[in-house]
């Protein structure tokens, strides 16, 4: 009987259209388009596709040694059990030791939550602030996962445009006129995803007048390319007293210390949010790997204004802007800025739209991504998936042999065009 009632169920399940069985959560979600392209470069490359990929955001660098060394002492020592949801206490004060060293920034370990990456301390703190019709104010360009992110929360995302012209940043004044009864939230990352410009000091404190002016407003301010910066000090919105309770601070060392598979990012935040994040984290995935996290210890009491490795990485990244930045600016047509931190142009390409190639017409930024991979075998990443239509992001964390060729492929590509 209960074989025949499970037969019966699998081929209710069988028959049913799965699109009638997902939810409307799922189903309302879109894909990572980042995640996508790259996983498109790889199919054809196992196709015998000679593609040259630009669109994924990871260093081309090897974890530092001595972080890989404290994993093995790590698994050698049995770090092999449960740890404390939000953390390792020592690594949370290595993470307070950081801040204090690199951002003049002081908290104490519990605002400190760690979690398997920068993507689920960001999802969780909009699970923890956002309320069903909450406003949340971002900036376009901005990195994919933001809007999915406030959209599975059910709130409501409010774009404010940058323009090119004015290195893709938000001023004040924007922010203030976009800010409703129903702003809970901003979120913002410096340096950018996608477009590697950076925030001075400034024209933080210029935002963070506007949110003082606002009572429950709050600012997330992602961080995790700090290091790679190629103008001087990085500059923190929580370094302003007066705002630092509003604001949460998401980092992690994906990005600066090459350890993008280790899964490893974290928040400093007011002690009532950490507690927030820390329940909700207890319910969904507990404490990240032991092991990764006692390699973030060794990587947190790394100076980057010492370590050899981040100098290196931060110094190679900078030499292969500079280049990709001069071959950019000879292609006809293209809006090019030159970026200040992460690894990334994010070009405006709309003087090519309404042209074509093989009848194809040149529509948007998405015909201009599947035009380069299909006829340039690049992959880059529609400026669509970050709230700009007119641009794609390149990214420039691959070596400068590869990034030449690139180069020249889109360069000939779109003077295909007509």
Not at 283 to 291: D, F, K, M, N, P
Not at 363 to 369: F, I, L, R
Request: aromatic fraction near 8%; proline fraction near 4%.
């Amino acid at each position: 009987m209960c074989i025949f009632a499970l037969q019966f169920t699998t081929a209710i399940i069988k028959t049913t259209n799965i699109m009638e069985i997902l939810s409307n959560r799922i189903l309302n979600m879109a894909e990572s388009e980042t995640l996508a392209m790259t996983a498109k470069a790889r199919e054809l490359k196992a196709q015998g596709k000679d593609v040259i990929s630009l669109s994924i955001g990871e260093p081309d660098f090897n974890t530092p040694e001595a972080v890989k060394e404290a994993a093995k002492r790590a698994i050698d020592d049995n770090f092999t059990h449960y740890p404390p949801v939000p953390g390792y206490p020592d690594l949370r004060e290595a993470v307070c030791t950081k801040f204090r060293r690199d951002n003049g920034l002081e908290f104490k370990p519990e605002q400190i939550v760690v979690s398997t990456g920068a993507k689920q301390s960001i999802y969780q703190l909009v699970q923890c602030l956002v309320n069903p019709g909450d406003e949340v104010i971002i900036p376009t360009p901005f990195w994919v996962s933001y809007k999915e992110i406030v959209r599975v929360a059910e709130g409501k995302c409010v774009y404010v445009k940058t323009s090119i012209e004015n290195d893709f940043k938000v001023t004040a004044e924007q922010l203030e006129a976009a800010i409703t009864p129903r702003t809970k939230l901003i979120m913002f990352s410096s340096p950018s995803n996608p477009t590697g410009m950076l925030y001075s000091r400034d024209e933080l404190r210029a935002i963070a007048d506007v949110v003082m002016r606002h009572e429950n407003l709050f600012v997330m301010a992602d961080e995790i390319y700090e290091h790679i910066n190629f103008v001087g000090k990085h500059e923190s919105i929580a370094q302003f007293a007066d705002v630092k309770e509003r604001v949460i601070t998401v980092n992690g060392v994906a990005k600066g210390f090459a350890m993008t598979g280790w899964r490893i990012g974290f928040i400093a935040a007011p002690t009532a949010i950490a507690k927030a994040c820390n329940k909700l984290q207890g319910q969904v995935t507990s404490a990240t790997c032991s092991i990764a996290q006692k390699a973030t210890v060794q990587a947190m009491l790394m100076d980057p204004a010492t370590s050899q490795d981040i100098i290196n990485m931060r110094e190679t990244f900078r030499q292969r802007r500079d280049m990709v930045y001069q071959l950019l600016r000879e292609i006809p047509g293209l809006k090019v800025r030159l970026p200040q931190g992460a690894f990334y142009f994010f070009p405006d390409v709309s003087a090519y739209y309404g042209k074509s190639f093989n009848d194809k017409i040149i529509e948007n930024s998405t015909d201009m991504a599947f035009y380069l991979l299909n006829e340039a075998n690049v992959a880059t990443v529609m400026g669509s998936a970050f709230g700009d239509d007119d641009c794609i992001r390149l990214s420039y964390a691959t070596s400068e042999e590869l990034l030449r060729e690139a180069l020249r492929r889109i360069k000939e590509a779109l003077a295909n065009l007509k």
